[in-house]
């Protein structure tokens, strides 16, 4: 027989707080934070507390990662190509044009090298990394027209940032930085002739099928764009470590769920929006093909001058290569045999 | 400043074997219970231990589902589909054949209603079942010929079992049932004709290539095959409920951690394979369509007479369409654009 424990007692209180880029509306990213922080709080008998704050709330949407650096907050969840600008190594640890889909990513950080790589350049910003989710492949954005050939890409005003920004930006496109909120009355005005979000069940809830009816795919620039949570490197070497095991095993639970609700919610929104109207289309070859020669320009081109980049970039070129080999074998072969039959695709 | 804890006195100190279904040479799959049992241990200051044996140390490797069952252990880590002889149902928590890939089935079960359903049907097994890892789609077996029509299956001998056997029955195969190590010897003297095990990893290490040189793929009855941790539904009962979160937590984890081990190292495996001389082939069209009608045929005729297996089967196949619509949508246009990119894939 198991005696009842009076946990802990000998345990240390501790409340930290933990600052996410992202609002409450976004109920599968946002929640990811709510999943790890209920699930820290359990394993300690209610000892270690993280309170979650949506973006905004005590710190900037895309300011969270500089917060967690600072010691403003002792943890944050966000999206690491938010601070592209700071360096595009970043990028790594969430998307870059034509990376890793979302097993991939996953393999990469957690058995392929990629932890470790990343931990080092996230130590320059005090900072310890952990996976935070993964939304899959996304969409290619709402277009006001359609997209057909590399020329109709000429002087399109899109929302698009970081990577898929610059790369956009050598086929003629005109990026656009605007945050999520605006993104409909400029659509709607036509201050921009595109935008890029997120995929399905997020999309829905901007309205974005209302002003701009053509929908693209895939999102060539976020083939398996992963989040992260952060912790101050400081208070993480203070935490006793069965608190810091609690924080390493709930990222991972967190980590599944997130992809798994985005895959489970995903089909459903899409049902609806093609009801509503929208005009489903797929980037053509011509253009997949400029997008694709542009970004290794502009990655190669960085990896020239960044030592952190490159540093990354070909030990994960490598991985890319070797990955997507196996997939042609088996993975997507049955994948592809299945997205074909009558009853298992809904056709 | 934050005190070091006298960690948890109050917790009883509580030992539970785990049985697993694999032999420690597969280090991938058996591993996962290491992982699982360390996190565990960690997460409790040590109080909580679970003692892992490999299959066959103390329970048979296919009788480990019944040794939860009897009580004999605490806890197991299998594949579900093992115990397809008493109620196909359970293949429903691993893999059926042209099922869910490892993505959707995750998501099917963490966010899908399908732990829901699966849950009730262990129930009467006094199990409670969790995630316990993927492979991924696996490899569609080693061929002593080449198999080229629906024909050449007629009178094949083939090592491959459950539902996968039933369906290759309804096409002139003749299934066994071998044991992993004796594989082997069966597939040398001609005894049989051709064997499945699970991927390049693994299977180089059975050295099948040395007496069938074709490698076929995909494996279509096991797209997404998953694994599971068993607890008796009575010791879970009994335990206090950080340690209950501790398994729940820990067993994301080694799903996470399993699936990424395999996506990282079967790249190069498949590469030594091929570079020994395997010839690497595709089932044609014609076969991968008789084989899908097979496997509705036979799926059907179940339900019709297994309500246990009807009530899974419903909603999963709904699920299954649903999701193999969305990933025709965006995640399978850029994963096929990803595997014909020169320098990407290896070509």
């Known amino acids: 027989a198991v005696a009842t424990p009076a946990f802990a007692q000998a345990q240390p209180t501790i409340t930290w707080r933990l600052a996410s880029s992202f609002p409450k509306s976004l109920d599968t990213i946002f929640g990811a934070s709510d999943v790890f922080s209920k699930r820290v709080a359990q394993l300690t008998g209610g000892k270690f507390t993280i309170r979650v704050f949506a973006g905004g709330e005590i710190v900037p949407a895309l300011q969270v990662m500089d917060a967690v650096q600072a010691g403003t907050v002792e943890m944050g969840h966000s999206a690491s190509y938010y601070y592209f600008g700071k360096d595009p190594t970043f990028a790594f640890d969430c998307a870059v044009p034509f990376g890793l889909n979302s097993r991939q990513q996953t393999a990469w950080i957690d058995q392929g090298g990629g932890r470790e790589l990343m931990r080092e350049f996230f130590k320059d910003y005090g900072i310890v990394n952990f996976l935070g989710g993964n939304t899959g492949t996304q969409m290619g954005g709402w277009f006001r027209k359609e997209v057909k050939t590399v020329k109709d890409l000429n002087g399109l005003k899109m929302r698009i940032g970081g990577f898929a920004g610059k790369v956009m930006q050598e086929l003629g496109v005109v990026p656009q930085q605007i945050a999520g909120g605006d993104i409909y009355p400029a659509l709607e005005k036509g201050t921009i002739d595109a935008a890029e979000w997120v995929g399905p069940y997020d999309d829905e809830k901007l309205g974005f099928n209302k002003v701009a009816p053509f929908y693209y795919a895939p999102g060539w620039w976020e083939a398996g764009p992963q989040l992260s949570f952060y912790v101050g490197l400081k208070e ?57 020669k542009a970004a290794n320009t502009v990655m190669d081109a960085e990896a020239e001058k960044n030592a952190k980049f490159k540093k990354v970039y070909e030990p994960w070129k490598r991985f890319r290569q070797d990955e997507n080999q196996w997939f042609s074998v088996a993975e997507a072969p049955l994948q592809n045999f299945m997205i074909t039959r009558k009853g298992s695709n809904g056709s």
């Not at 609690?246 to 599944?256: D, L, M, R």
């Not at 089909?267 to 109207?277: D, F, I, M, N, V």
């Not at 005009?279 to 070859?285: A, G, Q």
Request: aromatic share 10%; hydrophobic share 45%.
């Open 236 to 292: 993480w070497e203070k935490l006793p470590k069965e608190y810091q095991a609690a924080i390493e095993v709930a990222t991972y639970e967190a980590h599944v769920v997130m992809q798994a609700q985005y895959d489970a919610r995903n089909p459903a929104a899409l049902a609806r929006l093609l009801k509503s109207g929208v005009k489903l289309r797929s980037f053509s070859k011509e253009v997949m093909e400029a997008c694709y």
